[in-house]
């Protein structure tokens, strides 16, 4: 299956530590090589990247590794793929437009015979069955609350509900953003770290590769990385539960 990387920040903080054991997962140390993506929200807009290259090949991955583009919610993906062709337009994240707000999807996992009603405006480019989903949350969100964007409890609760019915078909794994929140639902696999002030140095698993937080933040940043598997040897991780929906805004969890 595939395996996604999420951050949520409270200021404006570049992914590249991250990014760069994370995308070495993408054919090198792991074997998602099927393509890889990764999308920035920066105001109101979106930086979009995504490639069916393996993300150890990829030289558009190669400039995310050394480009420090600084967003507050970012959503990356390198992909197995079990359902669609090894193709662009299947490559994570997805984006589509709610509520006059960019949408960001990637979603790790196999879901079977979903099939969804998609009998709006939100309808797959490709033929992944992550894109189905996606298409269906935003239709059914647009459903029941009509063109008025909600307030966070009850649209959290409205996802909330979602995934339980999608999870239903098999693995639902995923992540979606809209620039002011991070959703993150585990069926099976997927953890978090929330790292402030005390910052400490972090050492990659897969690469060779070490940040001293301390020299590259202030006191009052806080920056929360939610992934499959840990990318760090030397930190702890929270691992999610099954079934269980997380909420991050401003760098940590939702109570």
């Known amino acids: 299956m595939c395996q996604l990387l999420g951050m949520n920040c409270n200021v404006p903080t570049d992914i590249v530590f991250s990014f760069t054991g994370f995308a070495t997962r ?21 930086r979009h990247f995504v490639d069916h290259q393996a993300a150890v090949e990829s030289p558009v991955a190669d400039l995310i590794r050394r480009y420090p583009i600084k967003s507050k919610n970012v959503i990356a993906h390198i992909r197995k793929a079990t359902q669609g062709r090894v193709a662009l337009e299947n490559c994570h994240p997805f984006v589509r437009e709610l509520w006059g707000r960019y949408f960001v999807f990637a979603h790790n996992g196999d879901l079977k015979d979903f099939n969804p009603e998609l009998n709006g405006p939100y309808q797959p480019v490709g033929t992944t069955d992550s894109e189905a989903a996606f298409c269906y949350i935003l239709q059914e969100l647009r459903r029941r609350f009509d063109d008025a ?18 999870s239903q078909y098999g693995t639902f794994n995923m992540m979606l953003s809209d ?24 050492s990659l698993c897969d690469e060779d590769v070490k940040v001293n937080f301390s020299e590259v933040t202030t006191p009052n940043d806080r920056v929360a990385i939610i992934v499959t598997e840990p990318l760090t040897t030397n930190e702890t991780w929270t691992a999610f539960k099954s079934g269980e929906l997380k909420v991050f805004i401003d760098g940590a969890p939702l109570a």
């Open 179 to 202: 620039g002011s929140a991070l959703f993150a639902h585990c069926s099976t696999n997927l953890h978090y770290i929330v790292r402030q002030h005390p910052f400490a140095e972090a």
């Open 26 to 46: 993408g054919g090198r140390t792991d074997v998602h090589n099927d393509g890889w993506g990764i999308a920035f929200f920066e105001g109101a807009g979106v």
């Open 149 to 166: 964007l909600p307030m966070l409890p009850q649209l959290t609760a409205a996802i909330a509900e979602l995934t339980k019915e999608i």
